[in-house]
């Protein structure tokens, strides 16, 4: 497949990615827990989306747990030089797989060195403090801790740049006092826009804002308006939310995740989805109505 829009770019971790990349947590099975149903099948998601240009991936050795680093590792090690993985710490999973609190130091360092171990690395070029609070929402309370301790690892070379995830406008802060914060990775689509002020001020530092559940999560956006929408532009729902994103702010860099190398092309084409400012508008409108 052709490489997808690739001159829309934005820094990260003193890097230039494409703004489109790819989040690999799908790979795993039902849930993000346990291993995929077709091991082949996710192999070759990862290398088609290497092949399509995709620079930035996103992972975490808790997505499985550590299933899709493990697949990241047997798909694409020996990494290309210009590839991005990003990854995060702060949580575990139980037997259940529910998503436990992982974020004492010593969890934090243990998380460190699991994703080492499993992604094949002796340094992590971006680890994401994935701050738990209400599990899936940002809620007040210092970072402090947590992000002092990224820093000393850092400070030993196992981390090279650090991120925040799940995080408050207050939290962003509150990290940017003890190291330098190169990402903020937080729920963000068309009509969950909690963090508009947030992305314009990360904007104007020059900081990559990162949305996770792109295309709603684990309950997709669904709008009759958008699918109408969408047919006018002869594209699918899920481009258009893409393409929105894209157009919503240059920092914005999106990781849409799928299990299918069909899905993968359909997304990586949302790049090249361009938007009238009348279709913007329109988007924001159903954006608004579907958010309330």
Not at 127 to 151: C, D, F, K, W, Y
Not at 200 to 222: D, E, H, K, N, S
């Amino acid at each position: 497949m052709p490489n997808f829009h690739s001159t829309d770019t934005f820094p990260l971790a003193g890097r230039t990615v494409r703004r489109m990349g790819y989040g690999a947590m799908q790979l795993a099975g039902p849930g993000v827990f346990g291993p995929p149903k077709n091991r082949d099948a996710a192999l070759a998601v990862l290398r088609e989306a290497i092949e399509a240009g995709v620079d930035h991936i996103d992972t975490s050795d808790f997505y499985g747990p550590h299933v899709t680093n493990q697949l990241i590792r047997e798909a694409l090690h020996p990494y290309p030089r210009d590839l991005t993985i990003v990854t995060k710490v702060g949580a575990v999973r139980g037997s259940d797989g529910a998503w436990l609190p992982a974020q004492e130091p010593a969890d934090l360092e243990r998380a460190v060195h699991g994703n080492l171990r499993n992604l094949g690395l002796d340094a992590l070029e971006v680890v994401n403090l994935r701050v738990m609070g209400n599990v899936h929402a940002p809620s007040e309370g210092s970072i402090e801790a947590q992000v002092t301790a990224l820093a000393e690892l850092q400070q030993r070379g196992l981390v090279r740049h650090i991120g925040v995830s799940n995080v408050t406008a207050a939290q962003v802060e509150e990290a940017q006092r003890i190291a330098r914060i190169v990402c903020v990775q937080n729920h963000y689509n068309l009509v969950h826009r909690d963090d508009d002020a947030l992305i314009a001020a990360l904007g104007a530092q020059g900081i990559a804002y990162v949305p996770f559940f792109p295309l709603g999560g684990f309950t997709p956006i669904q709008s009759s308006a958008l699918s109408d929408l969408a047919r006018t532009l002869d594209a699918t729902p899920m481009q258009v939310a893409l393409a929105w994103l894209l157009h919503r702010a240059p920092n914005i860099l999106l990781i849409p995740g799928t299990s299918s190398v069909g899905h993968l092309r359909e997304n990586l084409q949302a790049a090249r989805l361009q938007l009238s400012d009348a279709v913007l508008d329109e988007l924001n409108a159903i954006g608004a109505a579907a958010g309330n």
